[in-house]
């Protein structure tokens, strides 16, 4: 819980009820006796400072000697037989034990720490509390409520009544914590005389750590005088381990000063706590105080640790039903959530889609989510830079890919600047590989909380001049107004946010394994594709050839005989075999592109299109072509032959498609700044460089931009521009691509056009 804003001195020691070695005291409480026995001989080893009062012995008399001096050999046999089974269901003992003047009548209860026993004795009263016929009368009332409460609340007002009506105790109260350890009574049943303490919060430093620990492993604790005068062992320390004996499991341990202290200021003279375990953590106790001196048999105590075990196991039924609504409405938004997302392109833009079922699954106000180029922000949340900041703090913060918290800027400072929309956190890592997380953001919600007490503790100078806390003397009404704090996330909310990311990755994987099994099987129909296209070429070109072959003997051989129509028909058929052996020789040449490894290199464009140039010079003969290089080429790393085919079908293309009188062609490339302006420049890899051919001929329609790459396309008949079989910038493309590269072209009809192409820099 919040404390507001208290001033505490930098040398002021906070941990000391943290630190106190609570479970090795030395000590045991006075209404009853313990012995440390060694086995199997069990020897009396040690044993608690108050043997004379129990049993008319001093400890000396008893130290070192067998227990059968006691117990008896009857008796012994009893307690050999039961050391092997599970104490828990033996204990208490009902032993006898004999003294120079007479039988006492005792419980024994036994268990073992650091590799002794420990037997703890308590006299068996005669005359009990409550009337106990059996144990399974004294707790079948009691159950039968509790499994009958409608809700939690109704079942935390059963449990503390029926404890009290079971003990005696003036009040019985269930105390809850929250998730930092501090909590609040839910609970209270009591006499008219004393002041309520139910609705007061109590901070998390009246349970220390260790405490909290002792409380979860020892379920049941009962302090029948807190003015009790304390009984040491003798000897101090275990002659086995030579440290101070752990009673941790001890029902005799004696009681923290600091814990008396705090008692005596409620002006308790007797309590007893029974543990509340939920999922292996201390959920909450039901503390019993008493304004007098109180003892409970070990029978009436036994009945209270069931019943605290039954409130545990109900308590987690109830707790889960109590939200079963609303965790059925975060189920239906997470199915939602499963069937969008296979069908977008990536999962972010599956969850933002719906933007209130994103905000729903955790009732948030304000969500981000981020991957390493993209962070996109709905609802109400800090600024783009504040969300760069927070996650970079994040990132060593999430544990087990999800952290929480409701009060944001009391571990993140920064956080107080949005305080308005994020005072509470919720953030969900998906993969900090590649730095994909989900932010959820509640705001500030200001409240007034009732405390039993002032909960910051006063400090107090000790003798040698420190600083210490000490329990505070009031426990009052008093209110505080808390700032810099949500409402708490529910684990329903923490869970579903777990499950959505476990429905990510599931999702992902199966895009992935379906990705990879398409690219399997296009590359297989690629490759056969490839064989297909090469065998097809090359097996059509000898029937072509025969034909074209055997047209040509016809011309030679019976030119005279046949007419002109005839001869004009042969002509024909030469002609068409020759552009047909053309295009088989382009359609075998665009599929050894595609098994054709690339010889990368080191290649000045300048040289390659100095040559390329020189090349069509040749061809060129009488026709005049301005080619314009307005800035030197950089190097770059290509296959020179490939790329050389490029540009000579670029240029060809640009010298052959132009009715001008003067023909301008321009070879350049574009800086950084001016090629990330290009639209088709996306996806364009860093180290890429655009090269352009820039001509004023005769352009292409609109219309056709997107066919012109298509293999044996044209866009005119084929006697028309010196004719072509329409598969050069077929060839250009699949080249720039097995660059990885791109290859675009813009144009205006009747005025030219510019080819782009991206090559690796």
């Known amino acids: 819980m919040s404390q507001g804003n208290v001033v505490t001195p930098p040398n002021v020691d906070l941990t000391n009820c943290d630190r106190e070695p609570i479970h090795i005291p030395g000590l045991i409480q006075p209404h009853g006796l313990l012995l440390v026995l060694k086995e199997p001989e069990l020897e009396i080893i040690q044993i608690s400072n108050n043997s004379f009062e129990f049993l008319k012995l001093h400890p000396q008399q008893l130290l070192n000697k067998p227990l059968e001096g006691l117990l008896g050999s009857e008796q012994i046999d009893d307690l050999q037989k039961c050391l092997s089974q599970d104490f828990e269901g033996v204990n208490p003992l009902k032993l006898s034990v004999k003294t120079s003047q007479q039988d006492l009548a005792v419980d024994g209860i036994i ?135 752990d009673l941790s499991f001890s029902v005799l341990r004696s009681v923290s000063p600091i814990h008396i202290e705090y008692l005596n200021n409620m002006g308790v003279a007797a309590s007893m706590s029974i543990s509340l375990v939920k999922d292996k953590k201390l959920w909450g106790l039901i503390a019993c105080h008493h304004q007098s001196a109180k003892y409970l048999t070990y029978e009436v105590r036994t009945a209270c640790e069931f019943l605290g075990q039954v409130m545990s196991l109900e308590l987690a039924m109830k707790e889960d039903n109590e939200d079963l609504d609303y965790r059925m409405k975060l189920k239906s938004i997470q199915s939602q959530f499963v069937e969008v997302i296979p069908q977008t392109e990536n999962f972010i833009d599956g969850l933002v889609e719906s933007e209130s079922n994103l905000l729903d699954l955790v009732s948030a106000q304000g969500v981000a989510l ?50 308005d929309v994020a005072s509470g956190l919720l953030a ?57 704090k949500s409402l708490p996330w529910k684990q329903c909310e923490i869970d579903a946010a777990l499950e959505l990311k476990s429905a990510i990755i599931g999702i992902v994987l199966r895009k992935a394994d379906e990705l990879a099994r398409i690219n399997i099987e296009l590359e297989r129909s690629n490759s056969e594709l490839d064989a297909f296209a090469y065998i097809a070429s090359h097996d059509l070109k000898e029937p072509l050839r025969g034909i074209h072959n055997y047209s040509s003997f016809l011309i030679e051989d019976y030119a005279g005989i046949l007419n002109e129509e005839g ?31 690339l010889s990368m290199q080191r290649t000045n464009l300048n040289e390659l299109i100095r040559n390329v140039i020189d090349v069509l010079n040749i061809s060129l003969k009488e026709t005049a072509v301005d080619i314009n290089i307005p800035r030197p080429l950089p190097v770059i790393r290509c296959d020179r032959v490939q790329v050389n085919e490029v540009f000579s079908n670029l240029l060809s293309n640009a010298i052959k498609y132009n009715d001008k009188a003067n023909k301008r062609i ?8 001016a090629a990330s302006e290009e639209p088709n420049l996306v996806d364009k890899p860093e180290q890429a460089v655009v090269f352009y051919v820039r001509d004023n001929g005769i352009g292409i329609r609109e219309k056709h931009l997107d066919t012109i790459f298509r293999i044996f396309k044209r866009l005119h008949a084929p006697h028309k521009y010196g004719g072509g079989t329409g598969a050069g910038l077929t060839i250009a493309k699949k080249i720039v691509e097995r660059h990885n590269g791109k290859i675009w072209v813009e144009s205006t009809y009747g005025e030219g056009s510019t080819f782009y192409l991206t090559l690796p820099g």
């Open 111 to 245: 268990h073992r720490s650091d590799g002794v026993l420990i037997l703890e004795l308590e006299l068996t009263q005669l005359k009990q509390e409550v009337d106990f016929f059996s144990f399974y009368h004294l707790v079948r009332g009691p159950t039968a409520k509790m499994q009958n409460a409608s809700s939690l609340q109704e079942l935390s007002q059963i449990i503390v009544k029926e404890v009290r009506k079971l003990t005696g105790f003036d009040r019985v109260m269930l105390y809850r914590f929250n998730s930092e350890g501090a909590g609040a009574v839910i609970a209270e049943d009591k006499l008219e005389s004393p002041t309520p303490y139910l609705g007061l919060h109590y901070p998390a430093s009246d349970i220390p750590k260790q405490a909290n620990q002792l409380y979860t492993l020892n379920r049941l604790r009962l302090i029948p005088h807190v003015n009790y005068q304390p009984v040491e062992l003798v000897p101090l320390n275990n002659p086995v381990t030579h440290r101070p004996l």
């Open 567 to 597: 001869n004009s028909k042969l002509q024909t058929l030469v002609r068409l075999t020759q552009r047909m052996e053309d295009l088989i020789d382009s359609l075998l040449h665009f599929s050894r592109l595609g098994r054709v490894e």
């Open 370 to 419: 981020s991957s390493v180029d993209q962070l996109v922000i709905r609802g109400k949340t800090p600024s783009e830079a504040e969300i760069q900041d927070l996650l970079v703090w994040l990132q060593t913060k999430i544990q087990q890919n999800v952290f929480s918290t409701d009060s944001l800027a009391k571990i993140y400072p920064a956080a107080e600047q949005f305080k």
């Open 666 to 673: 321009e070879i350049g490339w574009l800086d950084a700044g």
């Open 428 to 484: 969900l890592s998906i993969s900090k590989t590649h730095k994909n997380y989900i932010l959820w953001f509640r705001p500030e919600v200001i409240q007034t909380v009732n405390w039993g007490g002032n909960p910051h503790k006063p400090v107090e100078v000790a003798p040698d001049g420190s600083l210490h806390l000490s329990p505070r003397k009031s426990f009052e009404l008093w209110q505080e107004t808390v700032r810099l």
